[in-house]
């Protein structure tokens, strides 16, 4: 079955430091969504890619989604507190909304 | 305002007993989605439902069962709960139409069962 991985699983920065997670899937995609879960809540979604090669922004934040279509990146440009949680990636192969998620990437921020 | 909610933020349960997790959303969305999230594993899918009394097997449906009797309320059902099951469990919805398939998440139920 379809398989997304995700790494790293953890990182750990100091405030103004810069991030990236990276996201690579077994299979070619149709979209990718990212979501971000705070400590104790729920996924909340970010964003969708669907071109290839796209790549969108949000602020400090900055979107890619691979040529191939199969691997995808979230880089988070000087890292704030409130930066902290979990940042998934969630491929969608085909039609019908089914999402299959990254493991996740953990990030903790100090001051 | 989407709004998913689920019938219990904590439960605990006994090995055997059968264990009911209720999931209603109020933006009319057609999709519906159960989830279980465990430390280094991520999301994992094990039901979703396209419409009323549609349901699709994930990722992990072994243990489990769903029910869809009306549009906005999406039931998991574990027949014989073990301690395997002992999880975080979200409930998501979205809609089947339009170019942007955003999950709308409830808050979860961590269920326990000893």
């Known amino acids: 079955g379809q398989q997304v991985m995700q790494i790293p699983q953890y990182q750990h920065v100091q405030e103004g430091e810069d991030f990236t997670t990276y996201c690579n899937s077994s299979?070619?995609?149709?979209?990718i969504q990212w979501y971000k879960q705070r400590p104790g809540g729920h996924p909340v979604f970010l964003i969708q890619?669907?071109?290839?090669?796209e790549v969108k922004k949000q602020k400090r934040l900055t979107f890619q989604f691979g040529e191939a279509k199969k691997n995808s990146s979230l880089h988070i440009t000087a890292t704030q507190t409130t930066d902290v949680g979990t940042y998934f990636c969630?491929?969608?192969?085909?039609?019908?909304?089914?999402?299959?998620f990254g493991t996740g990437t953990q990030l903790k921020v100090e001051l | 305002d989407v709004k998913v909610t689920q019938s219990s933020r904590y439960l605990v349960k006994r090995t055997g007993e059968k264990v009911f997790l209720e999931c209603v959303q109020d933006m009319d969305h057609e999709n519906m989605f159960w989830y279980r999230q465990d430390p280094g594993l991520g999301l994992r899918l094990i039901y979703f439902s396209y419409d009323v009394k549609m349901k699709e097997k994930g990722d992990i449906p072994e243990g489990y069962s769903v029910s869809r009797e009306k549009k906005e309320r999406f039931s998991l059902i574990l027949e014989s709960a073990s301690t395997n099951q002992t999880s975080m469990y979200l409930c998501?919805?979205?809609?089947?139409?339009?170019?942007?398939?955003?999950?709308?998440f409830g808050p979860g139920t961590r269920l326990t069962v000893t």
């Open positions: 998501a919805s979205s809609f089947s139409s339009g170019w942007f398939h955003e999950q709308y």
């Open positions: 969630a491929g969608e192969k085909g039609g019908g909304n089914k999402l299959t």
């Open positions: 299979t070619t995609l149709s979209n």
């Open positions: 890619l669907v071109k290839s090669g």
